[in-house]
């Protein structure tokens, strides 16, 4: 089945304890891609990437770090989480970049307290 | 740069009834512009994307938009509701060219009553 995933589903976590998000899918997809949504701002983008070894910062990229080291995995890392990086998070790939169908994961709710 | 507004966080209509919500979007560049639906405790699915080829495009579950340059808007429509089209609906917007950013609204939540 074709999908996204994303794990943990749920996070709490203290200020300060670096933690990491993975996003995995089985599409053979080039072009992945972060969010966060908040209440009344939609989502936002955090980073997305083209292609192994090819990312770039979205619109709302401070406190995150991204890495594609292998086509099918882009894990989102948090080194040093502050209580503004509560949130929902979710990973979407596509085949042909923004332009094209995303397909979304279940997304990550993270607590920092 | 390349943004969309979302007229109205939430929209109530009974069941049966016209489903109407509002997008407008600028973009400096022809964009292509989408309508994803994000059910309950679930990531976002695709209801439909316009891309040029007809201004008038045909989703899933019976939803469709009009792509009216005039106005700059993409406003999503159903002619009947149902209960289970009760969801956040999110207006995006993107470049037509290669890797682009997509931006996406603020949401409107659509509640459907009996």
């Known amino acids: 089945e074709a999908q996204v995933t994303q794990n943990p589903r749920y996070l709490i976590t203290v200020t300060g304890k670096k933690l990491t998000v993975t996003c995995s899918q089985n599409?053979?997809?080039?072009?992945m891609s972060w969010y966060r949504q908040d209440p009344g701002l939609g989502l936002r983008q955090i980073y997305y990437?083209?292609?192994?070894?090819?990312?770039d910062k979205g619109d709302v990229p401070e406190g995150y770090k991204v890495s594609r080291k292998e086509k099918r995995n882009f894990p989102l890392i948090l080194e040093s989480p502050s209580p503004n990086q509560t949130s929902l998070y979710f990973c979407?790939?596509?085949?042909?970049?923004?332009?094209?169908?995303?397909?979304f994961g279940s997304g990550t709710q993270l607590s920092v307290l | 740069a390349q943004s969309v507004t979302q007229l109205g966080s939430h929209v109530s209509v009974s069941e049966g009834a016209l489903v109407l919500l509002r997008c407008n979007y600028s973009?400096?560049?022809?964009?292509?512009l989408f309508w994803y639906v994000q059910y309950p405790n679930q990531g976002l699915q695709l209801l439909l994307k316009?891309?040029?080829?007809?201004?008038l495009v045909k989703g899933i579950n019976g939803f469709e938009a009009e792509f009216k340059k005039s106005e700059t808007s993409f406003h999503l429509t159903k002619p009947s509701a149902h209960m289970s089209d009760a969801a956040e609906y999110f207006c995006?917007?993107?470049?037509?060219?290669?890797?682009?950013?997509?931006?996406f609204g603020t949401g409107t939540r659509l509640l459907v009553s009996p």
């Open positions: 979407a790939s596509s085949f042909g970049g923004a332009g094209e169908k995303l397909f």
């Open positions: 599409m053979n997809h080039e072009y």
């Open positions: 990437s083209m292609n192994v070894e090819v990312t």
């Open positions: 973009s400096s560049v022809p964009p292509y």
């Open positions: 316009y891309t040029s080829a007809a201004t």
């Open positions: 995006a917007v993107s470049g037509n060219t290669g890797f682009q950013k997509l931006v």
